[in-house]
């Protein structure tokens, strides 16, 4: 059985990324939130390949 997480870096940003986030009403409160509460990471970031 195929396991649920295969990780792809691309979907992980289109899914979750800045630019989502900032696409919408509610993404952009979860960027100020996370801002307000001083969050190093406002949100996910792919690694250094």
């Known amino acids: 059985m195929k396991r649920t997480w295969q990780p792809k870096?691309?979907?992980r940003?289109?899914?979750h990324g800045f630019l989502k986030?900032?696409?919408s009403p509610g993404g952009k409160g979860v960027i100020?939130?996370?801002r307000?509460?001083?969050r190093k990471n406002l949100?996910?970031?792919i690694g250094k390949k």
Request: net charge positive; no cysteine.
């Open 9 to 11: 870096r691309k979907k």
């Open 13 to 15: 940003l289109r899914v």
């Open 21 to 23: 986030r900032m696409s």
């Open 32 to 34: 100020n939130s996370r």
């Open 36 to 38: 307000a509460k001083g």
């Open 43 to 45: 949100t996910v970031s």
